[in-house]
């Protein structure tokens, strides 16, 4: 997951400096795929912490900043 966050960052500083479209692109799409890694690995996480009845609760809990 580590490994994913940092590709996220570099990529970050690579599409923040990029001054031609295709290396902008490529960034952008590292972005997206590091993103999607990290995101999978941390619900897959909480779905092997959490018991079924509390999985709601924590998704729920995770999902409301999303509203505000």
């Given at each position: 997951?580590?490994?994913?966050?940092?590709?996220?960052?570099?990529?970050?500083?690579?599409?923040?400096?990029?001054?031609?479209?295709?290396?902008?692109?490529?960034?952008?799409?590292?972005?997206?795929?590091?993103?999607?890694?990290?995101?999978?690995?941390?619900?897959?996480l909480a779905a092997l912490r959490f018991t079924?009845?509390?999985?709601?609760?924590?998704?729920?809990?995770?999902?409301?900043?999303?509203?505000?």
């Amino acid at each position: 997951m580590f490994q994913a966050v940092i590709v996220f960052g570099l990529a970050t500083i690579v599409f923040a400096l990029s001054r031609t479209i295709w290396l902008s692109i490529v960034a952008l799409i590292a972005m997206g795929a590091a993103d999607t890694i990290s995101v999978v690995v941390r619900v897959t996480l909480a779905a092997l912490r959490f018991t079924s009845p509390q999985l709601g609760e924590v998704f729920g809990v995770r999902g409301s900043h999303r509203f505000k």
